[in-house]
């Protein structure tokens, strides 16, 4: 099989451009968590859902607009493919922060406590829980929402 190097360029510019909405997506949404759940004092699981609100209206708009350029006639069904994808992703993401937080006992974290921060634990879970988020979303994006 021959690899056509114009398409390898074209995907791998695409792979960094959605990995450059991934980090804009992952500051809006853990500023958005941080300051609802450590500073507003929200609970975590309403404070991940805003934020994470925040964060896929971000990157619904840059990924269609910049990263995939899709097409203005499919604007409703992407926007209810990308927003299906992101439950699907989303609710992966909970099972994993619940896991940490409530299987492994890691919400009140303590071998942390050197972090200036309150409620280590639970930034540290939200941290890693993104990066399921995150590959999935990638994977699911790539191949369904914005897929040919």
């Not at 390898?8 to 990995?19: C, D, E, H, I, N």
């Not at 909405?21 to 805003?50: C, D, E, K, R, S």
């Not at 609100?53 to 409703?76: D, H, P, Q, T």
Request: charged content about 15%; proline content about 2%.
């Amino acid at each position: 099989m021959k690899i056509n190097k114009q398409e390898a360029r074209k995907t791998s510019v695409q792979l960094l451009k959605y990995g450059l909405v991934g980090v804009m997506n992952t500051i809006i949404t853990l500023v958005v968590f941080y300051l609802l759940n450590t500073h507003a004092g929200a609970p975590y699981g309403l404070a991940n859902i805003v934020a994470y609100i925040a964060g896929v209206i971000n990157s619904f708009l840059m990924n269609r607009a910049w990263v995939f350029k899709a097409k203005e006639g499919k604007v409703a069904r992407q926007a209810l493919l990308f927003a299906g994808g992101f439950v699907i992703c989303w609710l992966l993401q909970g099972a994993v922060g619940w896991f940490l937080l409530e299987g492994l006992g890691w919400k009140d974290m303590e071998m942390v406590s050197w972090l200036p921060m309150k409620k280590p634990g639970q930034n540290i879970v939200m941290c890693l829980s993104m990066v399921v988020y995150t590959i999935a979303n990638y994977i699911y994006n790539r191949f369904v929402a914005f897929g040919k």
